[in-house]
């Protein structure tokens, strides 16, 4: 095999599909978020605005966090040296495990380097400790939780989207006897709507099943203290297992699961995902550390988020552009074509300073490609209205349908 030709007849699919996807060299600037600088590939640079950023309540510049991971680095150095097992806790791993616990009520909570690495070691380790074990996978999970159901060698069901009946269908069909796990996501990022948690936690009880959420999207922005939906529904004490990410609200890095004391402490001792890898750095558990517990006390940033999106959502549907909205904080444009996606995104950049990355399959099916807009406390009315006005003119430019306008 001629495999330089392979890879390029590979890469060469992408760019005809309008899927091949650019790293954007951006300098975040510290006390300026959403504000960012451009690093252009002919070496020139530009300020711009990033609207598609995952640091949803611009929690990576808080001096809370900050000081925290400067106080860390200063004290212990760099990296943390190892393992978990082998010399790679810290007292800084063990405060923010126990920050965890807290958050979402359970007895114990275990870090991991990322959400992803959570999902997929736990869901592939589940089977190991529940020998028959059946888990039910809403179909439009994150591909962490697929690829962590895929590994695991057991059986699976995939259920429609939030499709309760088929979920019901799925579950009397098998053995009563054989253990089960329902596995969903609180607030599905592509399109942004909800679970539904309850009647989810009802099928688990009549069933017999442990029930497993990813709250990644919701952690740091829902309930009282940031527990995310779960704790907003009062449901986390229905809830077995609950992943969450310290990358997206706190601003920071890692991954993590919270649940009993025995299961954490089972996914610790049987997961290849958990035992061989090197654990977070010192500084990062400390900052994460003190995001958890500061956005626990600190509603008023996650009711400035809300506010936010709605303001933007709003805006955007007075120019009638075809928005999906379920009511959470993320923002999607339908634009159903991906080369007219990446398109709207250059010119976005490069015309009028504002970073929204195309999300494109697989992220999303084919005919389905958007921008998505994620809103935060940090962006402006400025920053609004310069996105708003961006959006109508290339609309127009593009000459892309809008939705009927209502009186």
Not at 197 to 212: H, K, N, Q
Not at 323 to 346: A, E, F, R, W, Y
Request: glycine share 8%; with cysteine.
């Amino acid at each position: 095999m001629d495999y330089t030709a392979q890879l390029d007849l590979r890469l060469q699919t992408l760019h005809s599909e309008g899927r091949y996807r650019t790293f954007i060299d951006i300098e975040r600037e510290n006390g300026n978020f959403p504000h960012a600088l451009w690093r252009k590939p002919d070496g020139t640079e530009q300020e711009i605005t990033v609207w598609c950023g995952n640091d949803y309540l611009g929690m990576g510049q808080h001096p809370v966090v900050l000081e925290a991971m400067h106080e860390a680095i200063d004290a212990t150095g760099a990296g943390s040296g190892g393992t978990r097992n082998i010399s790679g806790t810290t007292v800084y791993h063990k405060r923010l495990e126990a920050e965890l616990a807290d958050l979402h009520g359970k007895e114990a909570s275990l870090l991991f380097t990322s959400a992803y690495i959570a999902n997929d070691a736990t869901l592939s380790t589940l089977p190991k400790l529940f020998p028959g074990l059946i888990i039910y996978s809403d179909a439009l999970n994150h591909a962490s939780m697929i690829e962590g159901v895929r590994r695991n060698g057991g059986d699976k069901r995939i259920f429609r989207h939030n499709d309760l009946d088929h979920l019901r269908e799925l579950l009397a069909a098998d053995d009563p006897n054989a253990p089960k796990l329902i596995a969903f996501e609180s607030i599905y990022s592509m399109d942004g709507d909800f679970a539904p948690i309850e009647a989810i936690c009802d099928l688990a009880d009549e069933f017999g099943a442990l029930t497993y959420i990813d709250e990644v999207h919701a952690v740091g922005m829902y309930g009282a203290r940031g527990a995310g939906v779960a704790e907003r529904d009062r449901l986390m004490h229905r809830i077995d297992i609950i992943n969450g990410t310290l990358a997206k609200a706190y601003g920071v890095m890692g991954g993590y699961i919270a649940a009993s004391y025995k299961m954490c402490d089972a996914i610790r001792s049987y997961a290849p995902g958990f035992i061989f890898t090197t654990s977070l750095a010192p500084a990062v558990a400390a900052g994460a550390a003190a995001s958890v517990a500061f956005l626990k006390r600190s509603p008023e940033l996650r009711e400035q988020h809300q506010t936010q999106a709605k303001i933007l959502k709003m805006r955007l549907k007075g120019l009638g552009m075809p928005i999906i909205d379920h009511g959470s904080h993320i923002v999607p444009v339908m634009v159903g074509n991906p080369v007219h996606t990446q398109k709207l995104s250059d010119m976005l950049l490069e015309n009028f300073g504002i970073y929204a990355q195309p999300i494109n399959f697989p992220t999303v099916p084919r005919g389905t490609e958007r921008l998505r807009f994620t809103p935060s406390p940090v962006h402006t009315s400025d920053d609004v209205n310069k996105l708003v006005n961006a959006m109508d003119s290339l609309w127009s430019h593009c000459a892309l349908n809008r939705a009927e306008l209502t009186a």
